[in-house]
Nanobody, 117 residues
Framework: QVQLVESGGGLVQPGGFLRLSCAVSSPFAFSSYAMSWYRQAPGKERELVAAITRAGGSTNYADSVKGRFTISRDNAKNTVYLQMNNLKPEDTAVYYC?????????WGQGTQVTVSS
């Protein structure tokens, strides 16, 4: 059974930054998982924010966060990160970590990010 635990959310002013972390525990090697971050704002559908391949060699981002967010992973620490810079009020959402292995999706419980002055 894979478990994902997010941390690092909180309240930040516009223009500020946060770094989210997602620690993964699994009977399978963390490096086997493709990892992503999603977010869901109130009244909206969950959307993909950023994704990273198993070895970390390739990433992709939603257009709305390109140039501001960076996804990375440390396979030795079983952790994926989302560095979020120049945060905007429209980034306010619950952020979820996602892991995919053999076509099976696993999710964390989510961490709230609120961008407000």
């Amino acid at each position: 059974q894979v478990q994902l635990v997010e941390s690092g959310g909180g309240l930040v002013q516009p223009g500020g930054f946060l770094r989210l972390s997602c620690a993964v525990s699994s009977p399978f090697a963390f490096s086997s998982y493709a990892m992503s971050w999603y977010r869901q704002a109130p009244g909206k559908e969950r959307e993909l924010v950023a994704a990273i391949t198993r070895a970390g060699g390739s990433t992709n981002y939603a257009d709305s966060v390109k140039g501001r967010f960076t996804i990375s992973r440390d396979n030795a620490k079983n952790t994926v990160y989302l560095q979020m810079n120049n945060l905007k009020p429209e980034d306010t959402a619950v952020y979820y970590c996602n892991a995919v292995l053999f076509g099976v999706n696993s999710w964390g419980q989510g961490t709230q990010v609120t961008v407000s002055s």
